[in-house]
């Protein structure tokens, strides 16, 4: 069974920075793209980042471009998300998600339960 | 990047009825549109994907149709499980981009 646990949302103060985990089970980690998606008050549900299986590429969105660095430690089934200089807009549950090929397709196909971030003084 | 429009906002039902969710994109998305449920406090769900094809574990009652820009989620007889917040998304053009959901309440 596909499962997936994100962790590490916090308060923090506009301009910190905090990095998230998603620790994944249940499947081959090294085979999959992987994603983080955030539902936001403002936004809704907002795609954020993907990195393929490998690691060799990544994308993100524009508002996080520069802010945001996704990453992944594929001996230990893990996906990272460093975000920095944060903004009150990013506020919100973060979601890891995994996609159904090495390189994202942009197909969410399993997600995890979500970890909150909160970005205020 | 493209807009998802979600029609109705609310859809007002009772189990065993049927539910009809629409999403219209602002231009075409082939057939790369996904649909996802999220009940409160939860992550969503894949339903569909590529406009018509059940994820795994999703019930035949709980179809998708459409094509280009107009799409249709169809859930059959509903189940108290299906009182939900449905969202649609599309692949065909980097970002992926979320409708602003139906609730089916």
């Known amino acids: 069974e596909v499962q997936l646990l994100e962790s590490g949302g916090k308060l923090v103060q506009p301009g910190g920075s905090l990095r998230l985990s998603c620790s994944a089970t249940?499947?081959?980690?090294?085979?999959?793209?992987m994603s983080w998606v955030r539902q936001t008050p403002g936004k809704g549900l907002e795609w954020v980042s993907s990195?393929?299986?490998?690691?060799?590429?990544?994308y993100y969105a524009d508002s996080v471009r520069g802010r945001f660095t996704i990453s992944r430690h594929n001996s230990k089934n893990t996906l990272y998300l460093q975000m920095n200089n944060l903004r009150p807009e990013d506020a919100g549950v973060y979601f890891c998600?995994?996609?159904?090929?090495?390189?994202?397709?942009?197909?969410?196909?399993?997600w995890g339960p979500g970890t909150p971030v909160a970005v205020s003084s | 990047e493209i807009v998802l429009t979600q029609s109705p906002a609310t859809l007002s039902l009772s189990p065993g009825e049927s539910a009809t969710l629409s999403c219209s994109a602002s231009?075409?998305?082939?057939?790369?549109l996904a649909w996802y449920r999220q009940k409160p406090g939860q992550a969503p769900r894949l339903l569909i994907y590529?406009?018509?094809n059940r994820a795994t574990g999703i019930p035949a009652r709980i179809s998708g149709s459409g094509s280009g820009t107009e799409f249709t989620l169809t859930i059959s007889s509903l189940e108290p499980e299906d009182f939900a917040v449905y969202y649609c998304?599309?692949?065909?053009?980097?970002?992926?981009?979320f409708g602003q959901g139906t609730k089916v309440e």
């Open positions: 249940g499947f081959a980690f090294s085979d999959y793209a």
């Open positions: 990195t393929s299986a490998s690691t060799a590429n990544t």
């Open positions: 590529d406009a018509s």
């Open positions: 998304q599309q692949r065909s053009i980097w970002p992926p981009t």
């Open positions: 998600a995994k996609d159904p090929k090495r390189n994202p397709v942009g197909t969410f196909e399993y």
């Open positions: 231009q075409s998305v082939r057939d790369f």
